[in-house]
């Protein structure tokens, strides 16, 4: 069992993965872990430009365009010398992120082809692969309730129609790298509790966490 790990939460917008994996942090602190909780797009330069030009539909840019900003944030995310999820791993943090490369696939897969996508972000994906990813898997129907009724703002992608989309294309990127990914997927649509009880449960379950 690894001391420390890498855990990415993913999930469709309004899944609720924000508040889960800020759950898990606390459960897995509260077990002894020393916890980096971070996200995707990041707060630094390039995931700043994102949210700010384009996931806020201020300025269009061809999906690719926004697919590649997306590859560059997260080598960002990965590499950068002080804050960066390798960095932190090597000072024994164990590191959740909300949103990793699985996202790219679904959300930009929803509109360009999935495998330019995967390939654009080969190499972070050699790079670091999460020791799991963990994915809060609610109806779109839901998710869009909960956005309409927690959000002073929307963003792009957060419509109805491209959160089915989304939700069709993250599994069908999870069967394509079953493989090759270590996925658990919770169901999203029970309250916070029980998903964050269910997301423990799946962490002990594969071994990563003991019981």
Known sequence: ????????????????????????????????????????PTDMRIGKM??????????????????ALFVADRLDHLLHETDGILKKL???????????YFSSY?????HIDMDWVINANKMAAETLK???????????????????ANR?????YETLDNLKAVQ?????????LKNEEHIVAVNGDDSPEKVTENLWEALQKENLIQE
Not at 90 to 100: H, K, N
Not at 132 to 148: H, Q, T, Y
């Open 130 to 148: 999460p020791d799991v990813n963990l994915f809060v898997d609610v109806s779109p129907e839901v998710a869009m309730k909960r956005i309409n």
């Open 1 to 40: 069992m690894k001391k420390n790990l890498f855990i990415a939460i993913e999930g469709i917008d309004g899944s609720g993965k924000s508040t889960q994996a800020k759950n898990i942090a606390k459960r897995l602190e509260a077990e002894g872990h020393k916890v980096y909780l971070t996200f995707e």
């Open 152 to 156: 002073e703002s929307i963003e792009i």
């Open 106 to 110: 679904a959300y930009h897969g929803a």
């Open 50 to 67: 994102i949210r700010n030009t384009f996931l806020s539909g201020k300025e269009k840019a061809d999906e690719k365009v926004i697919a």
């Open 90 to 100: 090597a000072e024994g943090y164990t590191v959740i992120t909300d949103r990793y």
């Open 168 to 176: 069709a294309q993250y599994l069908r990127a999870f069967e394509k």
